[in-house]
């Protein structure tokens, strides 16, 4: 992490943002007082997803599917939907443990 004064990054902001763009954090201070963190924007490119992905998957943090999911299981359910238009939830709830018998 680089310091700087915000006397040289108002004289030199381009040089502080081309660090930054190398993935550098720059830490401000007005006088000795720590103000603010200039710090690099993440990207969600596709490759970079791809590595961090990658990169958890060799910690096994997760495990990435091989396969699509099906359109239905962003659907709502017909359950779902009924639950969502009852005013008595617990109701729905106990109507729907008893059909599942």
Known sequence: MKRASVTDVKNKLS???GFVKQGETIRVYDRSTPVADIVPIASLEKRDLDLRLEELESRGVLRRGHKS???SFFSVTEAES???NSS???QQ???DRRSAR
């Open 82 to 84: 009924r639950a969502k």
């Open 69 to 71: 999911l099906p359109a």
């Open 93 to 95: 709830l106990l109507a």
């Open 15 to 17: 040089e502080f943002l």
């Open 88 to 90: 008595d939830v617990l």
